[in-house]
């Protein structure tokens, strides 16, 4: 289990003046203090860890956030920012003397421009449903998580959330303009804005990602862009997980850059089967989806290209969708894939590292041996164009040892994808699962360096503190 | 100039000065923002060569003075290029050495293909440089998708070498297009010509350009793809675009020659005592803010990216940059004083102010990186 911080005494024996001073803050239902209540608010997507908070806050406007902010900056106490809390990596995790600002309320869309291809929204909108708000017109939001039915856009702002289709469109970082936020401080600040390329340093692009250590976000404007006339997936099955390796090399170096293309192990296949009856070969080693974009005519011109590609590669199966139906058809088993899991295994830990594609064949390899050595279940789920891995290590939690093990598989197959020259984290970020784990990654001085930056804005350590970095240097 | 050949060389250099450094590449954008006051200068310019080329997993480093042109032409070898289209500015600028890809991230200076296929930054993986304290830094990675720590990559793109010496750098690289073919269309006002660019760049045909060139005016919109969607896709803009004015067709290679001039900001180049804005703005406040400049001033225009970036060329003088300053405030966008004598650059603001809590967290920051204040002391701001 990681380690949390030690609460503060003086400021967990302050509790009811503390929720007496928010309450004036944030009035109405604005503010929670109960225990039974604080109970959802204990943990998030990374189940297996738990701890209440302080007090829940959930501010409608920026200014209760910056008047809250700045009372918790003045008091010395503790601020956990909380959007939907489907964070797999624990960066939505409470402290017991912290307040967790939850942004769910400040869920208005603020305004929606077709020609200048934008939308201002709140924190607390759903990533769903801002395409939600503009699909009317032909139009969506990229970055698409498999979480994007609660998840919101500040969470995806903090985590640099994916999707299915970043491969083409980007991840959420690249389909920003601005942001309001609020800083540890308690300032109200703009960065970005609603305009491409901002002079000056660019906090937009470091605020992305930063798991809600350097500011509460508050507004967010993103791009929206029109959709495609259509889109089509097809199937392509192989014997080996290198072969299909291969064949998604020779695609990407045909000079198709596919809008998704996944890959499956076998195991994988065979859970997502059983699930969703999808018509999945079971007797393939690895299989891709690829789906292509265009009208009725690009599309086919595109999946017969990449067909011929496939066939070159001694396929088990190649099935190319001729319908809508068919498209869905292929991708129900995909995106049922961690439900299809969970049937198997009602628990499990779901990985996050990426690897260059060439390293495939052996990270899997390497995978396949450590899940013998455990004596734990694996199946992989990979975005193939762009290397992010996401291996799901099955457990019991009923069984302590277990749950240690699949904590111990999940770090050893982070190590790995940094030996090959990857990363500990593709989309869903360090939080606290994987925050010690960073000296394996980074050199303590560069660790230092980022660690700086958090200072700079965060002088006091109190905006999410036992986050991204070891414990070891936080201030007291 | 202090040029060394080895990071271990910029390494010693930074641990050995005890005064402000000038940082560079080629000193190909020497001429960009406020002239930076330092005895002495740091050349990245031989550090140069590919250090790893992945095609197939579309990713490429290189150490950070390597000249753009050796990227590009080893990129197309293999049919790829950087997507985002950096501009080569030596004509505007009227120097002879290329940009070094250290400068171009250093400057985030992205071209037309910016409104669809992103900026510089948005293709930056990975970056190795040196801080104040002499420590070789790493951030991001080699790999396409990687949000682990805090991602310094996007804090030192377009930093201007005020926060560190950049060594490498890793991009990402996508496959050339195969074929391009370009729309004009004869507007009879800008604000015609802005709504044919959004119609454009709101269509499902995946705009790549959309420039705006005021004499005239012309609206330009381009298409790169499978020379099979190309032809459909041009057919199809064709229709819809006829409302806005008669629509003719650009074929390769005339359009690559097109935007290669819209890229380098050709069209308003009009000689070295003029001064040049560079000005980001929603593309619906460019009619206004268009006529506004050209009521102030004789301003020499070329809009871009659907009417949200705009070239600005005119008189060297405080009055015009203060015109500058107005028009975009009101646009609520942000400006660069791209190209001016020195004078002029070392006496305004040459990009905007920021709010005082921004600006008060930038120092913190800077101090992070640079604690004694070596790097291209006010190169951006004043005392930044
Ligand atoms: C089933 C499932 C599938 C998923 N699929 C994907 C996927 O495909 N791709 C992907 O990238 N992720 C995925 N995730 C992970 C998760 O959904 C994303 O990280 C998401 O962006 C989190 O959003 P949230 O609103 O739930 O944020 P939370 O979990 O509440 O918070 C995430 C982090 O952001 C901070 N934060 C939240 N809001 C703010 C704010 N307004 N200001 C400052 N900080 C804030 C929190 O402190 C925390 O550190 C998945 C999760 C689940 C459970
Ligand atoms: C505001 C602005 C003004 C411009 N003015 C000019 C100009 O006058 N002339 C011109 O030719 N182009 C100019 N350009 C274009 C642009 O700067 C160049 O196309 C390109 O960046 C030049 O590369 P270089 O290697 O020659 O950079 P340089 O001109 O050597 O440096 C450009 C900037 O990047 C920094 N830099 C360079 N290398 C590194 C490194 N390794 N690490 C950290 N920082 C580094 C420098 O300190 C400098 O601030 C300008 C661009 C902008 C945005």
Redesign the pocket.
């Known amino acids: 289990m990681i380690p949390l911080p030690p609460p503060k005494p003086e400021i967990l024996a302050r509790r009811d003046a503390i929720i007496a001073a928010l309450r004036t803050l944030v009035p109405g239902e604005g503010v929670i203090g109960d225990e039974t209540r604080l109970k959802p608010y204990e943990t998030?997507?990374l189940s297996a860890y738990r701890q209440p908070p302080l007090a829940v806050v959930l501010p409608t406007t920026t200014e209760q956030v910056a008047a809250v902010m700045r009372y918790c900056h003045g008091n010395g106490i503790r601020v956990?920012?909380?959007?939907?809390?489907?964070?797999?990596?624990g960066?939505?995790l409470p402290l017991a003397d912290a307040v967790v600002?939850g942004?769910m309320r400040m869920n208005r869309i603020l305004e929606i421009d077709f020609d200048d291809r934008l939308a201002v929204v709140e924190?607390?909108v759903?990533?769903l449903g801002i395409t939600k708000a503009v699909e009317h017109e032909g139009f969506f939001y990229a970055?698409?998580?498999?979480?994007q039915l609660?998840?919101?856009?500040?969470?995806?702002?903090?985590?640099?959330?994916?999707?299915?289709h970043c491969l083409k469109y980007g991840?959420?970082a690249n389909n920003l303009l601005g942001l309001k936020?609020v800083t540890p401080e308690g300032e109200i600040v703009e960065v970005g804005g609603d305009h491409l390329d901002t002079a000056g340093y660019d906090w937009l692009g470091l605020m992305t990602g930063?798991?809600?250590?350097l500011?509460?976000?508050?507004e967010v404007t993103v791009r929206i862009l029109r959709g495609p006339e259509g889109a089509r997936a097809m199937l392509a099955a192989f014997k080996g997980t290198e072969i299909a390796g291969a064949a998604v090399d020779a695609i990407i170096g045909s000079g198709i850059i596919p809008v998704a293309l996944e890959f499956m192990d076998k195991p994988c296949i065979h859970a997502c089967e059983a699930f969703a009856h999808a018509g999945y070969p079971l007797d393939a080693e690895a299989m891709l989806i690829i789906e292509v974009e265009g009208s009725v005519a690009e599309q086919d011109f595109l999946l017969a290209r990449i067909k011929e590609i496939c066939a070159r590669f001694d396929p088990i199966s190649l099935k190319v969708a001729t319908s809508a139906e068919e498209s869905m058809a292929i991708w129900k088993g995909r995106k049922g894939a961690?439900g299809a899991v969970g049937r198997i295994s009602p628990d499990y830990l779901?990985m996050d590292g990426t690897i260059p594609t060439g390293e495939l064949p052996f990270v899997l390899k390497r995978i396949g041996e450590m899940s013998t050595q455990y004596g734990l279940q694996v199946a992989n789920v990979f975005h193939a164009g762009d290397g992010n891995l996401h291996p799901l290590i099955m457990f019991d939690a009923n069984n302590p040892a277990s749950f240690r093990a699949a904590e111990d598989f999940g770090a050893d197959i982070l190590k790995l994808c940094v030996e090959v020259g990857g990363c500990l984290t593709g989309?869903?970020?360090v939080?606290v699962e994987k925050r010690d784990l960073m000296h394996v990654q980074f050199q303590p001085h560069e660790l230092a360096q980022q660690r700086a930056i958090k200072t700079a804005f965060d002088p006091a350590w109190l905006l999410?503190p036992h986050?991204v970095f070891p414990l070891e240097a936080l201030p007291q | 100039m202090n040029a060394p050949d080895t990071e271990a060389g910029i390494v010693d250099a930074v641990l050995a000065a005890r005064e402000p450094l000038a940082i560079e590449g080629n000193g190909s954008k020497r001429g960009l923002l406020r002239p930076v006051q330092a005895a002495e200068t740091l050349s990245t310019r031989n550090l140069s060569g590919i250090t790893l080329y992945k095609p197939t997993e579309m990713v490429l480093s290189a150490r950070a003075g390597t000249p753009l042109p050796e990227i590009e032409a080893t990129l197309a070898e293999r049919g790829q290029m950087l997507a985002p289209e950096p501009p080569d500015t030596h004509a505007l600028f009227g120097v002879r050495q290329p940009a070094t890809i250290g400068g171009i991230v250093a400057t985030n200076l992205s071209g037309p293909r910016r409104i669809n296929a992103g900026s510089i930054r948005d293709h930056l993986l990975g970056i190795r440089f040196v801080n104040g304290r002499g420590e070789v830094v790493r951030s991001g990675g080699r790999v396409l998708k990687n949000v682990t720590g805090l991602d310094l990559c996007k804090l030192l793109a377009g930093s201007h070498g005020t926060l560190g010496v950049l060594t490498e750098i890793t991009m990402k690289v996508l496959p050339a297009t195969e074929a391009t073919a370009t729309l004009k269309v004869a507007v009879p006002d800008i604000a015609t010509g802005i709504r044919a660019l959004s119609a454009g760049l709101t269509s499902p045909y995946g705009i790549t350009g959309a420039a705006l060139l005021p004499m005239g005016p012309t609206a330009l919109l381009r298409l790169e793809d499978f020379a099979e969607s190309v032809t459909y896709r041009a057919a199809r803009l064709r229709e819809d675009l006829a409302r806005f004015g008669e629509v003719s067709m650009v074929e390769a290679p005339e359009s690559r020659l097109l935007w290669r001039s819209i890229r380098d900001a050709d069209p308003i180049n009009g000689g070295p005592d003029h001064a040049i804005w560079r000005l980001s703005i929603r593309p619906s406040a460019a009619p206004a803010l268009v006529a506004a400049l050209q009521e102030a001033f004789a301003a020499r225009l070329l809009l871009d990216w659907g009417g949200g970036l705009v070239w600005v060329a005119g008189p060297a003088t405080e009055e015009a940059h203060q015109a500058v300053l107005a028009a975009t405030i009101a646009a609520r966008g942000s400006y660069t004083l791209f190209r001016a004598p020195e004078p002029l650059r070392a006496a305004v603001a040459v990009i905007p102010p920021e709010a005082p809590a921004l600006a008060a967290i930038a120092a913190r920051v800077k101090a992070a990186l640079d604690p004694a204040g070596l790097f291209n002391p006010g190169r951006m701001r004043a005392g930044q």
Request: glycine share 22%; net charge negative; with cysteine.
């Open positions: 998030d997507g956990v920012p909380r959007g939907a809390g489907t964070s797999l990596s960066g939505a600002i942004l924190a607390g759903t990533n970055p698409d998580p498999s979480s609660a998840c919101m856009i500040g969470g995806n702002v903090n985590m640099n959330s994916g999707g299915a991840v959420t936020l930063s798991e809600g250590m500011g509460i976000v508050t961690f779901c989309e869903h970020g939080g999410n986050k």
